[in-house]
């Protein structure tokens, strides 16, 4: 599934500890962990299995005092990069 459809949200298990100005953020027993930077971080907390792709986008968007459109595509870059580490699920959309 790709970040077009569905509510991203954290997969089961996942752990996250705030260091510095970053989330390191890992699944126990996985042999590796994702540092996420400002805008990866404010993609993760906003991933909550309620919010759309769009909703994140608009939010973004709102805090940024960009278009959503200006955002889209950065967002579902980044969430199907945290899904392709293991760290993301969807609820159907």
Not at 22 to 45: D, F, K, T
Not at 59 to 85: F, K, T, Y
């Amino acid at each position: 599934m790709d970040a077009e459809t569905g509510s991203p949200k954290h997969a089961p298990e996942i752990v996250h500890y705030e260091v510095f100005d970053e989330l390191v953020v890992y699944r126990p027993g996985a042999s590796q962990a994702a540092s996420l930077n400002e805008s990866a971080r404010a993609i993760w907390h906003l991933c909550d299995g309620e919010r759309t792709v769009e909703d994140i986008c608009v939010e973004l968007a709102q805090m940024l005092a960009l278009r959503p459109d200006d955002l889209r595509s950065d967002v579902c870059r980044g969430i199907n990069r945290l899904h392709e580490l293991g760290l993301l699920c969807y609820n159907p959309g």
